[in-house]
């Protein structure tokens, strides 16, 4: 089955676009990564994954109909090139939702509120955002799990940003990935702080969908990865039902690493990591060893994303000047 087959299901015959919609959606921060697909049109991942949204922080997407020939895409208030990456994803994106009216062209709207210095990606979000304002657009009703399934054919990871707290991504069985979704956990942890700490944001020049599809076929270190994140995915409900935050930023700060080792052991090699990167991760080995309870996890890029509780926020603070604090579950 392909992508247009799995959303035409859920196209009634008479949809067409009533009105302009606009949605927000958070950014997620995994804990267990999302790293290899067994489907890569469908964007089925060969593990289960786990993350926590961002609360605010994330992505507002408008989309409204347009007489045009082609789609306006828009990304924090600079028109993308119709022939960029990202205004193509978009635009294959929108196929799938006017398949029954190829003739419909949208303007695209879309903002990031992450801070700029704080070198997230907003694929994730950007994706669920821009799923619930079609969903709308078109008056299509889906449920919040249907949405999953739809975000997640934009973008893996999107599937885990239309929930906020917890979520996991169950990796599901089926060949046409309708049970493989994102599903909110029900424990909250309030205190919970992540940080953003920059240490580079250039852009990469190898992104995660290229990235994971390397290690998968060249690192042989690869195949020890999904027995990994299954072990991580476990410990992690257990931290999380237990409120065990030396257990949780344990097992975060080695899956991130284990992620990081299959893809220097890809070919070419993948290394996402600047001189600055690895300063930053022995600082927080040498803090943690000084006593201080902070771990950090990574994603395919140079930065770091600290995890600590709010009594060490002071600390934190003040040995890393600049560090963008979020608390997904408030205060
Ligand atoms: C390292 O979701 O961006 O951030 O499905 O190809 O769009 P595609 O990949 P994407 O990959 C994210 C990978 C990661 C880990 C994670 O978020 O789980």
Same mark, same amino acid.
């Given at each position: 089955?392909?992508?247009?087959?799995?959303?035409?299901?859920?196209?009634? #015959?008479?949809?067409?676009?009533?009105?302009?919609?606009e949605?927000?959606?958070?950014s997620?921060?995994?804990?267990?990564?999302?790293?290899?697909?067994?489907?890569?049109?469908?964007?089925?991942?060969?593990?289960?994954?786990?993350?926590?949204?961002?609360?605010?922080?994330?992505?507002?997407?408008r989309?409204?109909?347009?007489?045009?020939?082609?789609?306006?895409?828009? =990304?924090n &208030?600079? $028109?993308?090139?119709?022939d960029s990456?990202?205004?193509? $994803?978009?635009? /294959?994106?929108?196929?799938?939702?006017?398949s029954?009216h190829?003739?419909?062209?949208?303007?695209?709207?879309?903002?990031?509120?992450?801070?700029?210095?704080?070198?997230?990606?907003?694929?994730?979000?950007g994706?669920?955002?821009l799923?619930?304002?079609?969903?709308?657009?078109?008056?299509?009703? =889906?449920?919040?799990t249907? *949405?999953?399934? /739809?975000?997640r !054919? @934009?973008? @893996?990871?999107?599937?885990?940003?239309?929930f906020?707290?917890?979520?996991?991504? +169950?990796?599901?069985?089926?060949?046409?990935?309708l049970?493989?979704?994102?599903?909110?956990?029900?424990?909250?942890?309030?205190? !919970?702080?992540? @940080?953003? !700490?920059?240490?580079?944001?250039?852009?990469?020049?190898?992104?995660?969908?290229?990235?994971?599809q390397?290690?998968? #076929?060249?690192?042989?270190?690869?195949?020890?990865?999904?027995? +990994?994140?299954a072990?991580?995915l476990?410990?992690? +409900? *257990? /931290?999380? #039902?237990? $409120?065990?935050?030396?257990?949780?930023?344990?097992?975060?700060?080695q899956n991130a690493?284990?992620?990081?080792?299959?893809?220097?052991?890809s070919?070419?090699?993948?290394?996402y990591?600047?001189? &600055?990167?690895?300063a930053?991760?022995?600082?927080?080995?040498?803090?943690?060893? #000084?006593?201080?309870?902070?771990?950090?996890?990574m994603?395919?890029?140079?930065?770091?994303?600290?995890?600590?509780?709010?009594?060490?926020?002071? /600390? =934190?603070e003040?040995?890393?000047? @600049?560090?963008?604090?979020? *608390?997904?579950?408030?205060?």
């Open positions: 089955m392909n992508r247009a087959e799995i959303m035409a299901g859920w196209l009634p #015959e008479t949809a067409t676009p009533k009105v302009s919609a949605h927000f959606a958070p997620n921060i995994a804990l267990c990564k999302y790293w290899g697909k067994r489907d890569t049109e469908l964007n089925l991942p060969v593990n289960a994954s786990l993350s926590v949204s961002l609360d605010q922080l994330g992505s507002r997407t989309v409204e109909p347009i007489e045009s020939v082609s789609d306006e895409v828009w =990304l &208030g600079m $028109r993308q090139p119709a990456r990202f205004a193509s $994803r978009v635009s /294959a994106f929108i196929d799938l939702f006017r029954r190829p003739e419909l062209a949208f303007r695209v709207h879309s903002v990031n509120n992450i801070p700029t210095a704080a070198g997230l990606a907003s694929s994730a979000s994706f669920a955002a799923t619930k304002a079609l969903d709308d657009a078109f008056g299509l009703g =889906l449920s919040p249907q *949405q999953s399934v /739809a975000a !054919l @934009g973008s @893996g990871s999107a599937c885990r940003s239309l906020d707290g917890f979520v996991e991504w +169950q990796m599901g069985v089926r060949e046409d990935g049970d493989s979704h994102g599903v909110r956990l029900e424990q909250t942890w309030p205190g !919970l702080c992540i @940080g953003l !700490l920059k240490v580079d944001e250039s852009e990469k020049s190898v992104d995660s969908r290229a990235g994971m390397r290690t998968k #076929e060249t690192a042989h270190l690869y195949q020890s990865w999904p027995l +990994q994140a072990a991580d476990s410990r992690l +409900q *257990q /931290a999380i #039902e237990t $409120r065990d935050f030396a257990l949780l930023g344990s097992v975060a700060e690493l284990s992620m990081h080792a299959t893809m220097i052991a070919w070419p090699p993948l290394l990591w600047q001189p &600055g990167s690895v930053a991760m022995q600082k927080v080995w040498r803090l943690r060893a #000084e006593g201080l309870a902070v771990y950090f996890t994603d395919a890029g140079p930065n770091l994303k600290l995890l600590f509780e709010a009594a060490s926020r002071p /600390a =934190l003040a040995q890393f000047p @600049g560090l963008e604090i979020v *608390q997904p579950f408030g205060v």
